[in-house]
């Protein structure tokens, strides 16, 4: 941006807010709304489509803000932040390519400030998935996330435990997420971390915690599908992968989803208990990732990811926000499955669904 003074930077920022707020808004809304002239409003635009963001204006003064350049998510998330009092996204890193967002948040893990902390990539060139998996996406179609937590995720259980809990939240904040970023679907959790549309992943999560027990900190990474077409994901996931363009025909602006996390995730880890809608408690959000899941009375088989780790079958009775997934074996003896350990396939196809 050679030669634009702070004034127009100023005014960038301004006019991307009015889009922001007012996905369907007109010239003279966003006029009003700035208090700029009209040439410093036009150029601001002409900025903003630089910066990637794809604009629609009509003849008749309609403006549309369709999707949002990652150079400006920053912008955004951090005043939705401030503007919300929120304590995830207070802070927000922004990278065009990165190693692994979750690599990044642990970076900056030892310093307190930086409780809350987002970050976000177009690509990752080092992506990893659960129990070692590599995570690979396209650059600019999903929505590649971390978010780090200090001082535990919440005050009970210890960081060890926080893990298993913060994924089981975040699968929550996901699922609903992509539900109002995209009206119309149906967003369903599969214990432990995926998120699905119509039996197809659409996302999963990473939580992870290091070093020492008492090492107050978690990191929790987010991968969303959001604008991948039929021939954009690998050969071997091609079956099992689905986008959120794939699921409704739409286009999905990437940031839209990324905020709605953003908030559902913060209603679930900042104030006592209060799950993925806001002000309520703790057992209405275990009742609601439940109903999303849908796994209890399903015959399973898990597999232990520890080496040399056993085969287990058996039924699904109950799902534990701390100790996981609760499992009866043939001889009535009860497991619980930690989140951290375990690979799962389904022995029979859900009832119903
Ligand atoms: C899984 O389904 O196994 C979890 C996938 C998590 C992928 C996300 S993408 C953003 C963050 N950074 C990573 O390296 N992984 C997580």
Known sequence: MSGMGPMTERVVTSVLLALWRRPETTMAAVLRETLAPVPEVREALGVLRERRCLIEEEPGGALRLVSTGLACWRDVLEDMARREKLRVGRRVMVFFRTSSTNDVAWQCAVNPEMDGLVVVADEQTAGRGRLGHVWSAKAEQSVLMSVLLRGGARERGGVERNAEWLTMVTGLAVAAAVEEAAPGIEARIKWPNDVLIGGRKVAGILAERRGAANEEAVVVGIGINVMQGS???PGGIA???????????????RLR????????LDACVSGGGAGAGQGRG????????KDRCGMIGMRITARSAAEGGGVLSGEVVDVD???GLVVRDAAGAVHFLSAQRTTLSEDEPRKGR
């Open 257 to 264: 989803v990324a905020a709605a996390v953003v908030r559902k």
């Open 321 to 323: 926000p701390l100790e």
């Open 231 to 233: 021939g954009d994901f």
């Open 282 to 289: 703790e057992e209405s959000w275990i009742r609601e990732w």
């Open 239 to 253: 079956e099992r992968a689905t986008s959120m363009y794939q699921a409704t025909g739409r286009a999905v602006d």
